[in-house]
């Protein structure tokens, strides 16, 4: 049983209830879901990078790469198994990620004072509209990409048994807008990680201007590197290197 020191003592026999917000749910605990969870993804999005980086080594490398990803686990786990445990886990991490970050941003705006007199104005800061715009076009992205690479419905070949013939088909010089469509997803995605990956670093590093200028470095080029290496592929295909 609580009460505040504005509220007067209850009397004998009167049962006060009041809302205590669960710690997850406190602003403190959904930042800590969105660390939790943005590195997760920022994990996964670093095996991928390395593990497209092996369509320099050839067809019947990547292919075989791409099907020892349906058996990691076995014989412990039947094949594919381990694959749907990191799916369940992926989109998770997602919808919570994009959870927190609602709740967050809807208390933020609640919290203001005074409104905003002009629409135009009613935007938040720089940084908190980047990570929202950069969020939905990475979603829309990944909806796409999965439909293109991991099913093959919007591959130009679409054989799920042959993934390194769906990439080269897909950024052929013809198809070069696919190309051009992913290089801005992958800079939406290199900006959202620098500004996550700066507040995880800053919050874990020295609270200080010196402390504050290497967190900023780390992150751009933590998100300078991943964006290279994504981007490395589809140019590949386009200019030939790859084919
Ligand atoms: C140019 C860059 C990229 C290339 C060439 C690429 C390539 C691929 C390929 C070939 C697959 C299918 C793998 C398979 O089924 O064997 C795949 C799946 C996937 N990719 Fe990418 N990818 C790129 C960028 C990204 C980015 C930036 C993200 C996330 C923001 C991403 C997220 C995913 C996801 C979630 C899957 C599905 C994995 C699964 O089947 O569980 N990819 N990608």
Redesign the pocket.
């Given at each position: 049983m609580h009460w505040t020191t504005d509220q007067s003592a209850p009397s004998v026999g009167q049962v006060v209830i009041t809302k205590t917000r669960s710690p997850i749910r406190s602003n403190v605990g959904l930042k800590a879901v969105m660390a939790v969870t943005g590195i997760l993804?920022a994990l996964?999005?670093i095996a991928?990078?390395l593990?497209?980086l092996k369509?320099f080594t050839g067809e019947t490398s990547?292919d075989h790469?791409?099907?020892w990803?349906?058996d990691i686990g076995t014989p412990l786990l039947p094949s594919t198994w381990y694959?749907?445990i990191?799916?369940t886990v992926?989109t998770v991490a997602v919808l919570a990620h994009i959870a927190a970050a609602t709740v967050l941003a809807l208390r933020a705006r609640a919290a203001r004072p005074v409104r905003y007199a002009h629409r135009k104005k009613v935007q938040g800061s720089y940084a908190a509209r980047t990570m929202r715009w950069g969020g939905v076009i990475?979603l829309l992205?990944?909806i796409y990409?999965?439909l293109?690479?991991?099913t093959g419905h919007l591959n130009p070949q679409g054989d799920?048994s042959n993934?390194?013939g769906?990439?080269v088909a897909?950024?052929a010089p013809e198809r070069w807008y696919v190309t051009l469509f992913?290089t801005l997803?992958?800079v939406a995605?290199g900006f959202h990680l620098r500004h996550g990956a700066f507040s995880a670093f800053r919050s874990l590093g020295q609270q200080s201007p010196k402390g504050e200028l290497r967190a900023r470095t780390a992150a751009l080029v933590f998100a300078v590197v991943l964006c290279a290496g994504?981007?490395?592929?589809?140019f590949a295909v386009l200019t030939g290197l790859v084919s």
């Amino acid at each position: 049983m609580h009460w505040t020191t504005d509220q007067s003592a209850p009397s004998v026999g009167q049962v006060v209830i009041t809302k205590t917000r669960s710690p997850i749910r406190s602003n403190v605990g959904l930042k800590a879901v969105m660390a939790v969870t943005g590195i997760l993804l920022a994990l996964f999005l670093i095996a991928h990078m390395l593990g497209n980086l092996k369509v320099f080594t050839g067809e019947t490398s990547f292919d075989h790469y791409a099907h020892w990803l349906r058996d990691i686990g076995t014989p412990l786990l039947p094949s594919t198994w381990y694959l749907w445990i990191q799916r369940t886990v992926l989109t998770v991490a997602v919808l919570a990620h994009i959870a927190a970050a609602t709740v967050l941003a809807l208390r933020a705006r609640a919290a203001r004072p005074v409104r905003y007199a002009h629409r135009k104005k009613v935007q938040g800061s720089y940084a908190a509209r980047t990570m929202r715009w950069g969020g939905v076009i990475i979603l829309l992205f990944v909806i796409y990409h999965i439909l293109d690479l991991t099913t093959g419905h919007l591959n130009p070949q679409g054989d799920v048994s042959n993934p390194y013939g769906n990439v080269v088909a897909d950024f052929a010089p013809e198809r070069w807008y696919v190309t051009l469509f992913y290089t801005l997803a992958i800079v939406a995605l290199g900006f959202h990680l620098r500004h996550g990956a700066f507040s995880a670093f800053r919050s874990l590093g020295q609270q200080s201007p010196k402390g504050e200028l290497r967190a900023r470095t780390a992150a751009l080029v933590f998100a300078v590197v991943l964006c290279a290496g994504y981007l490395v592929v589809p140019f590949a295909v386009l200019t030939g290197l790859v084919s």
